[in-house]
């Protein structure tokens, strides 16, 4: 039940608003989006804004 609302929330970008701790240098990579695309051959596709914005993502050293 609790992995549904949760799956449903990032789906429908409802929720608190949530930061972002990464490893200085690291902060961009949830915007360079080298995961797999809906359709590899469409060069016009239009892909989702981030999850988190750069402004709310804070690299740090180790």
């Not at 961009?28 to 988190?52: A, C, N, Q, S």
């Amino acid at each position: 039940m609790g992995t549904t609302l949760v799956t449903n929330a990032i789906i429908e970008r409802k929720g608190a608003k949530t930061g972002l701790l990464t490893t200085k240098g690291f902060e961009d990579v949830p915007e360079i989006g080298r995961e797999m695309r809906y359709d590899i051959y469409d060069i016009f596709i239009t892909m989702p804004k981030p999850l988190i914005p750069s402004v709310l993502r804070v690299g740090i050293d180790e």
